[in-house]
């Protein structure tokens, strides 16, 4: 794998790090795509994590693969727009069951890195830089 995008493509829960106050928190997610030369992710604007965002714009995301593991860290900005939020429900239709309104249910928001590296490690090799996608 070449990219950041293949890798969570092949191992697809990774898990999302943000900052509540002074505290790390974690979470699996399992939905990425490509849009407009950046990778996006969606969230719930009801879940802790949308206002973690909301406050603290910075990320990092993890993913454990089989021989190696990948982080990605930068910061995000949201897209509220319907054409986002259509593209993740045309890349991901299992949302529907959670959002059954699709790209018009206004708890659902997409997010994208603004800016990120993202590196991929193993126990054998010296940490490397790798393309987003």
């Given at each position: 794998?070449?990219?950041?995008?293949?890798?969570?493509?092949?191992y697809p829960v990774f898990h999302v790090a943000t900052v509540e106050g002074n505290q790390a928190?974690?979470?699996p997610f399992?939905?990425?795509?490509?849009?407009?030369?950046?990778?996006?992710?969606?969230?719930?604007k009801n879940k802790d994590v949308y206002k973690q965002l909301v406050q603290n714009p910075d990320i990092?995301?993890?993913?454990?693969?089989?021989?190696?593991?990948?982080?990605?860290?930068?910061?995000?900005?949201?897209?509220d727009s319907r054409e986002a939020k259509a593209q993740a429900f045309e890349v991901m239709p299992d949302l529907l069951r959670m959002y059954p309104e699709g790209a018009d249910d206004e708890r659902f928001?997409?997010?994208?890195?603004?800016?990120?590296?993202?590196?991929?490690?193993s126990f054998t090799a010296a940490p490397k830089v790798i393309p987003l996608f």
């Open positions: 794998m070449n990219t950041a995008l293949e890798f969570i493509k092949a928190r974690v979470r399992g939905f990425i795509m490509k849009r407009n030369d950046a990778l996006y992710f969606c969230t719930n990092e995301i993890s993913d454990m693969g089989k021989d190696s593991w990948l982080r990605i860290r930068g910061r995000i900005a949201f897209d928001v997409t997010f994208y890195f603004t800016s990120a590296e993202a590196k991929l490690f």
